[in-house]
């Protein structure tokens, strides 16, 4: 079965440093998605992404934030100069705009 | 603007039923029901657009009353692998597919 991929699956980085997550979306979905979840917390909406242009983003994903589809298959989510506060577990997630969104397991971003 | 769910938490014997609700205070376009296994990512179980109607999935269905502005999550004769926290995700309109997650509900199912 299709599953939407996410790299790397933990990432540590001091403050301020720059940081790029990877997805793999599955292969026929045209809509993308980028969420975060806090420790203990609900999942919330950062982007949606489709045909290679933000199609609506929360106002969590300020200029800190950028994403990008740089080829056929790879969906990137960039946080420049991160904080503390950004730390967080990233899920990419993908629609074929009809139904339900799938999720990737997921990468833990620690901010030291 | 987040949906609320309730109850907050729920523990359940093995066979039992539980109902979980999500109640928004905006329109909605749909209604998306996911379960969150400690450590893991959220996983799909189905989604109730506006219509008013009623969807089963094995032993878990849901209901959406658009007009209410809610959606309820039905697990009957429950069984270990329920386990986990339940979100509703809600979209407001088709266009955009943004999903606001509700407050969460925690199922424990014992033996």
């Known amino acids: 079965e299709p599953e939407v991929t996410q790299t790397p699956s933990h990432q540590v980085t001091q403050m301020g440093q720059e940081v790029i997550l990877r997805c793999v979306p599955i292969?026929?979905?045209?809509?993308f998605y980028w969420y975060r979840q806090i420790l203990g917390q609900k999942v919330e909406f950062l982007v949606s992404f489709y045909n290679n242009e933000i199609s609506e983003k929360s106002e969590i994903f300020d200029d800190q934030f950028s994403v990008e589809r740089p080829d056929g298959s790879n969906f990137t989510l960039k946080i420049r100069s991160t904080k503390l506060e950004d730390s967080a577990m990233y899920f990419c997630?993908?629609?074929?705009?009809?139904?339900?969104?799938?999720f990737g397991p997921g990468t833990r971003l620690t901010v030291l | 603007q987040q949906p609320v769910q309730s109850p907050q938490a729920v523990i359940l014997r093995e066979g039992e039923d539980a109902v979980i609700n999500c109640s928004s205070s905006?329109?909605?376009?749909?209604v998306h029901w996911y379960r969150q296994k400690h450590g893991e990512a959220p996983v799909f179980l189905m989604i109730l657009l506006k219509g008013g109607e009623q969807k089963g999935h094995e032993k878990i269905s849901a209901s959406f009353n658009e007009k209410k502005q809610q959606s309820s999550l039905y697990l009957t004769a429950s069984q270990l692998s329920y386990s986990g926290t339940y979100f509703c995700g809600t979209e407001r309109d088709g266009a955009t597919n943004k999903l606001i997650f509700g407050t969460g509900t925690l199922l424990a199912v014992q033996p």
């Open positions: 905006k329109a909605l376009y749909s």
């Open positions: 292969s026929n979905h045209l809509y």
């Open positions: 997630a993908s629609s074929d705009g009809a139904g339900g969104q799938f």
